[in-house]
């Protein structure tokens, strides 16, 4: 289902996953979320662009048949944009066609929001937002940047720089930008109040 390049990807964002749980330097992010397991941080950073290359109409099937209220959960506008559908559509899949175990809510919301900001994340969703970054397919100017400060437990720093970084290149894809960036790169702004030089791609 995925392209050798996909397939290598997912590897790395599970691994980058196995690190964020355990964490270093005094930090383990899989302490602030006990209802979730080892692994399950690495399956849902294997897994979670399983549909990523899937069609429009494959995703919006597995939505509409199995879990139509996560895509009522993505802005009108978005809801043909195989970015913002993919997360949501490759958790409905993994649900209800391969995990029948059933893993934990919050395992299957990771992968629904990795790839945009939705109110109220968990620790490991915005783990997994970050971690698909710090393994990017086609390497682009900070992503050193950004895993660096990652791995050193500055999740938030992490992902203001992220989502910063997002809402000035994405467009230049062609792909909308979901507004609830805006939204949390001001929330986290308020919180950190960096200088203008952080968001640099260069430098420390």
């Known amino acids: ?3 050798p390049t996909r397939f290598q990807h997912c590897l ?6 196995e690190k964020a749980f355990h964490g270093g330097l005094g930090w383990k992010f899989g302490e602030l979320e006990p209802q979730t397991t080892e692994a399950d941080w690495i399956t849902a950073g294997l897994l979670h662009d399983v549909l990523k290359e899937a069609s429009v109409p494959t995703m919006l099937w597995w939505l509409r048949t199995y879990e139509p ?3 009522d959960k993505i802005p009108k506008p978005l809801q043909d944009c195989p970015t913002y559908l993919h997360g949501p559509a490759g958790a409905a899949y993994i649900k209800h066609a391969i995990d029948f175990e059933k893993r934990p809510k919050k395992f299957y919301l990771a992968i629904v929001q990795h790839a945009g900001e939705y109110p109220g994340m968990s620790v490991m969703a915005r783990c997994l937002h970050v971690a698909d970054m710090c393994s990017p397919t ?3 100017q900070g992503y050193d940047k950004l895993a660096r400060l990652f791995f050193q437990g500055r999740l ?3 992902e203001m720089l992220l989502d910063a ?3 000035e290149s994405v467009g230049d894809f062609g792909v909308p930008i979901h507004p ?8 986290l702004k308020n919180i950190l109040k960096p200088s203008e030089d952080f968001f640099s ?3 420390p």
């Open 165 to 167: 970084w997002i809402i």
């Open 1 to 3: 289902m995925l392209t």
């Open 180 to 187: 609830q960036y805006f939204v949390r790169l001001e929330e």
């Open 69 to 71: 209220d996560w895509l």
């Open 138 to 140: 086609m390497p682009f």
């Open 156 to 158: 938030s720093e992490a």
């Open 201 to 203: 791609r260069t430098g």
């Open 12 to 17: 790395g964002v599970a691994k980058s996953m």
